[in-house]
């Protein structure tokens, strides 16, 4: 009779069995890999806030290249003093230009000019585009017609329309002379452009009808969203035209006349190729706005360091002078719902 066996001795045997089991599984049965998901189908599992970043980084990108990088580029321009007709060399001023700049005499009176300029083309234009809008929402006949040609003047370029100007107020065979000549209201053909105050107002007048077809559209577009109801309950409580438009039609437009007012302000302040194109600065220097002053230190005096500094002051200004019809909205708007 055998003697019994270990119990390691039984264990071995079925430990190599169940091994070669496992290896046999591993060779003949195919192996399962997870499908990784589409591009399609990561797209539809994004959030909402991821998939709008992604729409917007093209732009970003954009924006990055061709704005963020020319205004560092012009920030750090402005910390250095650059006198082209001296030596190209790059000299630390830190904010010596903008001090500089600040204590000109010929700035602080470009800056009145470039404010007087900027409130008479806004509050010119504003209130042509709203007069225009108001017409063009009044049903008659030919109204189609009427709304292409108001876009006429902004389809002309800047330089084209300045040009226009010009020959319309020119002194010996402008349009301007001859009609007031023939209407009797003037002895003699005259000089527009030789005052100061005149060629300003002429200046502001061409970029208020330059821009008049884009602040006619929005605020048309806003007319036309207006419900129709509000005006049939005004006129059931005895509203008049003046009653309505005080008490209907101007509060649904605030919101877009203030946007109105500060494109126009950003405009204005920026203007500079329809005043070279009308009056070169003149007379003597009574049209030259902060943006004209920045080209000729550029450009003329060839002091990029100064030209600089000045193009970030008149950011500043800007962006100062654009964010404050919003604020003053906002707190009108705080005020009346307190007061409700």
Same mark, same amino acid.
């Given at each position: 009779?055998?003697?019994?066996?270990?119990?390691?001795?039984?264990?071995?045997?079925?430990?190599?069995?169940?091994?070669?089991?496992?290896?046999?599984?591993?060779?003949?049965?195919?192996?399962?890999?997870?499908?990784?998901?589409?591009?399609?189908?990561?797209?539809?599992?994004?959030?909402?806030?991821?998939?709008?970043?992604?729409?917007?980084?093209?732009?970003?990108?954009?924006?990055?290249?061709?704005?963020?990088?020319?205004?560092?580029?012009?920030?750090?321009?402005?910390?250095?003093?650059?006198?082209? *007709? $001296?030596?190209?060399?790059?000299?630390?001023?830190?904010?010596?230009?903008?001090?500089?700049?600040?204590?000109?005499?010929?700035?602080?009176?470009?800056?009145?000019? *470039?404010?007087?300029?900027?409130?008479?083309?806004?509050? *010119?234009?504003? %209130?042509?585009?709203?007069? $225009?809008?108001?017409?063009?929402?009044?049903?008659?006949?030919? #109204?189609?017609?009427? #709304?292409?040609?108001?876009?006429?003047?902004?389809?002309?370029?800047?330089?084209?329309?300045?040009?226009?100007?010009?020959?319309? @107020?020119?002194?010996?065979?402008?349009?301007?002379?001859?009609?007031?000549?023939?209407?009797?209201?003037?002895?003699?053909?005259?000089?527009? %452009?030789?005052?100061?105050?005149?060629?300003?107002?002429?200046?502001?007048?061409?970029?208020?009808?330059?821009?008049?077809?884009?602040?006619?559209?929005?605020?048309?577009?806003?007319?036309?969203?207006?419900?129709?109801?509000?005006?049939?309950?005004?006129?059931?409580?005895?509203?008049?035209?003046?009653?309505?438009?005080?008490?209907?039609?101007?509060?649904?437009?605030?919101?877009?006349?203030?946007?109105? $007012?500060?494109?126009?302000?950003?405009?204005?302040?920026?203007? @500079?190729?329809?005043?070279?194109?009308?009056?070169?600065?003149?007379?003597?220097?009574?049209?030259?706005? %902060?943006?004209?002053?920045?080209?000729?230190?550029?450009?003329?005096?060839?002091?990029?360091?100064?030209?600089?500094?000045?193009?970030?002051?008149?950011?500043?200004?800007?962006?100062?002078?654009?964010?404050?019809?919003?604020?003053?909205?906002?707190?009108?708007?705080?005020?009346?719902?307190?007061?409700?």
């Amino acid at each position: 009779m055998e003697p019994p066996c270990a119990p390691h001795e039984l264990t071995l045997p079925l430990i190599l069995v169940e091994q070669q089991t496992k290896w046999r599984m591993r060779t003949t049965l195919p192996e399962q890999t997870e499908l990784r998901p589409s591009l399609g189908q990561r797209l539809h599992r994004m959030s909402e806030a991821r998939f709008g970043l992604l729409l917007l980084a093209p732009a970003a990108l954009i924006l990055l290249l061709f704005l963020a990088f020319p205004l560092a580029y012009a920030g750090a321009m402005s910390l250095f003093r650059i006198e082209l *007709t $001296v030596s190209p060399d790059w000299r630390w001023a830190g904010p010596g230009n903008y001090l500089s700049v600040l204590g000109e005499r010929a700035v602080r009176e470009s800056l009145a000019r *470039t404010l007087a300029f900027a409130a008479l083309t806004v509050g *010119t234009s504003v %209130l042509l585009a709203l007069g $225009v809008a108001l017409l063009l929402n009044e049903p008659f006949r030919g #109204r189609g017609f009427a #709304r292409v040609l108001v876009l006429l003047p902004w389809a002309v370029a800047p330089v084209v329309a300045g040009v226009l100007w010009r020959y319309l @107020f020119h002194s010996n065979y402008g349009l301007v002379n001859a009609l007031l000549l023939q209407a009797g209201l003037i002895p003699a053909y005259r000089v527009w %452009l030789d005052s100061a105050p005149v060629a300003i107002t002429i200046a502001a007048l061409a970029t208020a009808w330059k821009t008049l077809p884009f602040l006619a559209l929005i605020i048309l577009a806003r007319l036309q969203s207006i419900p129709e109801s509000l005006y049939r309950a005004a006129r059931m409580d005895g509203a008049g035209v003046l009653a309505r438009f005080r008490h209907v039609t101007l509060p649904q437009l605030r919101g877009i006349l203030i946007f109105a $007012v500060v494109m126009q302000t950003i405009v204005a302040l920026q203007s @500079f190729d329809l005043i070279f194109t009308l009056t070169r600065g003149g007379p003597g220097q009574g049209t030259v706005l %902060l943006s004209y002053l920045v080209f000729i230190n550029a450009f003329e005096r060839l002091s990029l360091g100064q030209a600089a500094a000045l193009a970030a002051l008149l950011a500043l200004l800007i962006v100062l002078l654009g964010g404050l019809a919003p604020l003053l909205a906002a707190g009108h708007r705080r005020r009346e719902a307190r007061n409700e």
